[in-house]
């Protein structure tokens, strides 16, 4: 018996006024079920449960890219998205499901996972996601991907300074990073500040909530890239982890 992940399409509308229809709703399900598969062989995620993997891995990673509880307005232009350090696919599997006429790119640098998001991206018939390996240190320069995208998306796992850097230089003038947090600090705003100057955004928005069925509070970051990022951001493998930009 497959367990059968909440619909909760009032909470959906409360929240983000909107609902999966339909198939997007298959697709979730779906999704969920590769990942618990996929965790057998992978360790993709902790979170199983149907309910835990409904608010903190689809509900979490729509509500970043919904501001304010609406969707960016740039999503329903054909933006083009980057997903870095995407892991098992989070956000940006939740997001190709949502905004179908966006395209998104899902970096990792690991393989297994990247080999992992492929299969699953062909079982979901998801034709506007596609993958790169590699990391932001590296892709950040390259000229196919820097200055190319609209929204940067990156649930951080580090410093909210390294996640500028990784982002930033890979957004067109105008572009908008979206920071996935936990906890935030006003201290971590100010050295933040200076950090986004450095690569040429501001801080646009800081967004506090709490999740629909824990109230757990978490935090979203918006960063808007107003200037060209110098050329010798971002650094070299690991520099921005070792040495954040404050």
Not at 85 to 100: D, E, H, L, S, Y
Not at 151 to 173: D, F, G, Q
Not at 223 to 239: D, E
Request: neutral net charge; aromatic residues 6%.
């Amino acid at each position: 018996m497959t367990n059968l992940l909440p619909e909760m399409a009032e909470i959906w509308q409360q929240t983000l006024n909107w609902q999966p229809d339909e198939q997007q709703q298959q697709k979730f399900q779906q999704l969920y079920e590769l990942i618990v598969l996929g965790n057998q062989q992978l360790n993709l995620t902790r979170i199983t449960d149907p309910q835990d993997f409904w608010e903190k891995h689809l509900w979490d990673s729509l509500r970043g890219i919904a501001p304010q509880g609406q969707f960016i307005p740039s999503l329903s232009e054909n933006a083009s998205i980057i997903d870095i350090g995407t892991g098992a696919g989070f956000p940006g599997i939740p997001v190709a499901i949502t905004v179908p006429n966006c395209t998104i790119t899902l970096l990792d640098s690991t393989r297994k996972k990247i080999n992992f998001i492929n299969e699953t991206l062909t079982q979901l018939t998801l034709s506007n996601a596609k993958t790169l390996v590699g990391r932001a240190e590296e892709i950040g320069h390259h000229p196919q991907h820097r200055k190319t995208y609209d929204i940067a998306l990156i649930r951080a796992v580090s410093n909210a300074a390294v996640c500028a850097e990784y982002t930033l230089p890979l957004l067109k003038h105008g572009g908008l990073a979206v920071i996935y947090r936990g906890n935030w600090t006003e201290e971590e705003t100010k050295s933040l500040q200076n950090a986004v100057n450095q690569l040429g955004g501001i801080i646009e928005s800081l967004e506090q909530f709490t999740t629909p069925l824990t109230n757990s509070i978490r935090h979203c970051l918006y960063l808007r890239k107003v200037v060209n990022t110098p050329a010798s951001f971002p650094r070299g493998a690991g520099v921005a982890t070792q040495k954040p930009l404050s």
